[in-house]
């Protein structure tokens, strides 16, 4: 069986047995290994879960909103890049839960909320990260940083293609 991450299971012999019980949830800790191409969760970056756990027909129904901090490298100008994010949540999870369906499985007495969370936040997680929304990137010519200094490389450049034609049209002007 996997591990059971200790900061994010909690015992549910209580809520089986007497389903008007409504659980708080109110945990934090690590979940390595959350990440996209440009973006992740720091392995030691503090995950938060704020809820609570019902016990329904099928078996235990966490409502909750999870929220963090995620770094990334800007797609911009590759300078390191950062903000918080949330989610909110509504998960099954089944005793018996069919692997292929949209529940998550729980061993009989422990339901382990690892797994559910780092899902939803790897679909969080930003596909194209910038600095900050105005970033200005880097020139495509020299590599400066935009946001930090300028170049005067906009004013050399010349498109090849009206300097053939410029020479073709003015051959008396060379
Ligand atoms: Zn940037
Ligand atoms: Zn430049």
């Not at 018996?96 to 790897?122: Q, T």
Request: charged share 25%; with cysteine.
């Amino acid at each position: 069986m996997v591990p059971v991450n200790r900061d994010f299971s909690f015992g549910v012999t209580k809520l089986l047995r007497d389903p008007a019980i409504v659980k708080h949830l109110d945990l934090e800790g690590q979940i390595p290994e959350i990440y996209v191409t440009s973006s992740w969760i720091a392995d030691d970056e503090v995950i938060h879960l704020e809820g609570v756990a019902e016990s329904v027909h099928e078996g235990i129904l966490v409502k909750a909103n999870i929220s963090t901090n995620w770094s990334g490298e800007c797609v911009r100008c590759l300078s390191p890049a950062s903000g918080d994010m949330k989610v909110s949540v509504i998960e099954l999870f089944e005793e018996r839960a069919d692997p292929e369906g949209d529940s998550y499985p729980f061993d009989g007495d422990v339901v382990d909320l690892a797994e559910m969370i780092k899902d939803n936040l790897v679909l969080e997680l930003p596909l194209v990260p910038l600095c900050k929304n105005d970033c200005r990137g880097l020139c495509q010519y020299c590599g400066q940083n935009l946001n930090i200094g300028t170049c005067d490389c906009k004013e050399k450049a010349i498109d090849p293609v009206w300097q053939a034609l410029s020479e073709l049209e003015f051959p008396e002007n060379t």
